[in-house]
């Protein structure tokens, strides 16, 4: 069955580092998006991206962060300063076209550590 | 803004008793609702999505009813087992891209 992928699994940085968290998408979908969860919080929306352009972005998505589909199959989320308050589990999703059935399936995540 | 309001946020019940868990949600302006599993420190995993102009879906033992109107979901797990501990999450999608998602309610099955 087809999955939502992500790399890596962990990522531990240092404070104002950038960082790149990646994400494979199903291979038909044409919806990407970017969640994260903030340990013992909700999963908060930040970004969705439809023929390679931003859709929506929530206010969390300030000009640190940024997204980019740089081939046919990868979808990225670079965050340029990281901050301690980054610290979060990044969750990547997708969906297909077809609006009778538009399912957001989630990848494993990437549990991100900022020191 | 939608908000997305799960109760109760932790439950306990013996193997075998069926499980109710609350969703409710601000905005009935809707397009759909899902519900999902997450294992600790684990990803989401869907289990059922209701389209606005559904009442029910059913998945095995999983069983998820939709008023929008009154903007509540319900999600029925019956036969409960002790792999149905986890935490189940609601996510509301409204007339944009993105899901708006419940606290969530910690299932705890005891054998």
């Known amino acids: 069955e087809p999955e939502v992928t992500q790399t890596p699994s962990h990522q531990v940085t240092q404070m104002g580092q950038e960082v790149i968290l990646r994400c494979v998408p199903i291979?038909?979908?044409?919806?990407f998006y970017w969640y994260r969860q903030i340990l013992g919080q909700k999963v908060e929306f930040l970004v969705s991206?439809?023929?390679?352009?931003?859709?929506?972005k929530s206010e969390i998505f300030d000009d640190q962060f940024s997204v980019e589909r740089p081939d046919g199959s990868n979808f990225t989320l670079k965050i340029r300063s990281t901050k301690l308050e980054d610290s979060a589990m990044y969750f990547c999703?997708?969906?297909?076209?077809?609006?009778?059935?538009?399912?957001?399936?989630f990848g494993p995540g990437t549990r991100l550590t900022v020191l | 803004k939608q908000e997305v309001t799960q109760i109760p946020a932790a439950l306990s019940v013996p193997e075998g008793e069926n499980l109710v868990l609350n969703c409710s949600f601000t905005d009935s302006a809707i397009y759909n609702l899902q519900w999902f599993r997450q294992d600790p420190g684990k990803g989401l995993t869907s289990l059922l999505l209701?389209?606005?102009?559904?009442r029910e879906q059913t998945s095995g033992r999983l069983n998820a009813s939709l008023d929008k109107s009154s903007g509540r979901s319900t999600l029925y797990i019956a036969a409960s087992q002790p792999g149905d501990s986890a935490t189940y999450l609601c996510?509301?999608?409204?007339?944009?891209?993105?899901?708006?998602f419940g606290a969530g309610t910690t299932v705890t099955v005891r054998a």
């Open positions: 209701i389209q606005s102009s559904q």
């Open positions: 999703a997708s969906r297909g076209l077809a609006e009778s059935y538009n399912e957001q399936f």
């Open positions: 996510a509301v999608r409204s007339w944009v891209y993105k899901l708006s």
């Open positions: 291979s038909n979908h044409l919806y």
């Open positions: 991206f439809y023929n390679n352009e931003i859709s929506e």
